[in-house]
C-alpha cells in the first residue's frame, strides 16, 4: 500500500482519532475594577450601536440602543456591570438617584434638610448631587378626593404651563424607607413627625428639584418705597415682557379652572408669594393645587372669568393693573396696553391647551370614585367655555 493510500486509510471511521478533553478555565469573580471598566466598555458599544442605527433611519434600533446604553452607564457609576457580570453575593445594592418619579431607598439617601419653616417642605439629598423635595400638606378635604384631584391638577398644569415640576405621590414602600433613615441624619426627625403627626387629610408629594430664584412677594417689599433699585428694575422688568405676561396669563386661567385662589383669585387680585420664578427670570409654577379649595359641582364662582369675550377682557385689565401698582406704576404706563394683552392671550392660549385635554378628561371620567368625578366636572368647566 501506497503512503498516500495509508494516509486515506487512517482518516476513516474505523479508526477516529482520540478525543482531547476541553478544559474549563475557573471562573472567579471580577475584581470590582474590571467591573467598573467592562461596565464603560458595554457603555461604548451599545452608544456605538444607537448612532449606527441612527444613520441608518432606523429610530427603533437607535432608542434601544440609547437605552441600553443608559443601562451600562447606571452600572459604571455604580461599580457593577449590568449585563455579562453577576453582582457577587454581599456585594452592596444598585444606588439609584433620588427623584420625582424614582422609588425612594433608604441607601439612596444622604442628608435631610427642612427648607421652610412655615411649611412642611424637605430636600432628601442622595448621591452625585442628585435630590429631590418631599412636600406634605394637610386639607379639610376626604383623602381619596384630596388625592384624586392633585392628579388631575398635577396632569392639567403639566399640559398648560411651561416648566411644571414633575411630581408624584409618596408610595408606602417610599414612606417606609424615609422612616428607615436614621434619626441623627440632617431634620429627618421633623420629617417624620410631620407624617405621623399632622392631622387630617394630607398629600406626600415628591416633587422635582428645581432652580428657584426669586417670588413677587421678595420683589414687591410691601411697595416701591420699600424696594431696591435692583427690585424695582426686575420687577419692572417682569411686568413690561410679553413672554412673561403671556405665561403668568395661562397660569391665572389654570388657577380658574381648578380653584387654585391661593395665587390667581376670582377676587381678580394675585397672592404674590405663590408666584415664583427661576433665576434666570423664567415663570416657574409651583404651587398649583390650594389644599382648602375643591373641584365641585355647581360650585365654580371663576366660571364668568373664562368666557371667550368681556370676561377675559375684565380679568386680564384688573390683574395686569395690580400686577403694576406693586411696582408703583398705573394704566397710563406706555406699557400697560401690550401687558395687559399679553397676559390675555395667555389666558386663552391656555383654554385652547385645556380644550385639547377633553378626550383624556372623558376617558378617566369613566372611572369609578373621586378621580372620576373630579375629571367629569373638569371636562364639564372647559365645556362651558365654548359658549362664550
Do not use: C
Request: net charge positive.
Amino acid at each position: 500500500m501506497s503512503n498516500r493510500m495509508r494516509t486515506r486509510a487512517s482518516r476513516t471511521p474505523s479508526s477516529p482519532a482520540p478525543a482531547v478533553p476541553r478544559r474549563s478555565a475557573p471562573q472567579a469573580a471580577a475584581p470590582p475594577g474590571h467591573r467598573v471598566a467592562l461596565a464603560r466598555s458595554l457603555q461604548r458599544r451599545a452608544g456605538n450601536r444607537a448612532t449606527r442605527a441612527l444613520l441608518a433611519g432606523d429610530h427603533d434600533a437607535a432608542r434601544r440602543g440609547t437605552a441600553a446604553r443608559e443601562v451600562m452607564a447606571l452600572g459604571a457609576r455604580s461599580g457593577e456591570v449590568i449585563q455579562g457580570v453577576r453582582r457577587s453575593p454581599g456585594e452592596a445594592p444598585l444606588r439609584r438617584k433620588l427623584g420625582a418619579l424614582h422609588p425612594i431607598q433608604t441607601n439612596d439617601v444622604r442628608g435631610v434638610q427642612r427648607l421652610s419653616q412655615e411649611k412642611l417642605v424637605f430636600r432628601l439629598t442622595g448621591r452625585r448631587g442628585t435630590s429631590v423635595i418631599i412636600k406634605i400638606e394637610g386639607a379639610n378635604e376626604e383623602q381619596g378626593a384630596y388625592s384624586a384631584r392633585e392628579r388631575e391638577v398635577y396632569e392639567m398644569a403639566r399640559a398648560v404651563l411651561k416648566k411644571t415640576p414633575k411630581a408624584s405621590q409618596l408610595t408606602d414602600n417610599d414612606l417606609a424607607a424615609i422612616d428607615a433613615i436614621a434619626d441623627d441624619m440632617g431634620d429627618v426627625a421633623q420629617l417624620k413627625d410631620a407624617i405621623h403627626n399632622l392631622p387630617g387629610s394630607k398629600l406626600f408629594l415628591k416633587v422635582e428639584t428645581v432652580n428657584v430664584g426669586i417670588n413677587l412677594q421678595e420683589l414687591w417689599q410691601g411697595g416701591p418705597g420699600n424696594q431696591t433699585n435692583d427690585q424695582t428694575r426686575r420687577l419692572t422688568k417682569i411686568l413690561f415682557s410679553k413672554s412673561t405676561m403671556n405665561a403668568l396669563g395661562r397660569m391665572a386661567a389654570l388657577d380658574l379652572l381648578v380653584g387654585n385662589s391661593d395665587r390667581f383669585g376670582t377676587d381678580r387680585r394675585v397672592n404674590p408669594e405663590n408666584v415664583d420664578f427661576t433665576r434666570g427670570g423664567s415663570v416657574l409654577p409651583l404651587d398649583n393645587l390650594d389644599p382648602y379649595s375643591r373641584i365641585q359641582p355647581d360650585d365654580w364662582p371663576a366660571a364668568q372669568y373664562l368666557e371667550t369675550g368681556p370676561g377675559i377682557s375684565t380679568y386680564m385689565v384688573d390683574v395686569t393693573e395690580y400686577l403694576f401698582s406693586l411696582a408703583g406704576l398705573d394704566r397710563d404706563d406706555d406699557h400697560f396696553e401690550r401687558s395687559a394683552m399679553a397676559f390675555g392671550g395667555g389666558m386663552v392660549k391656555a383654554l385652547a391647551i385645556m380644550r385639547g385635554q377633553l378626550g383624556r378628561l372623558a376617558q378617566q371620567a369613566q372611572q369609578d370614585g373621586p378621580r372620576g368625578e373630579i375629571a367629569a366636572e373638569l371636562a364639564r368647566r372647559i365645556a362651558l367655555t365654548f359658549a362664550g
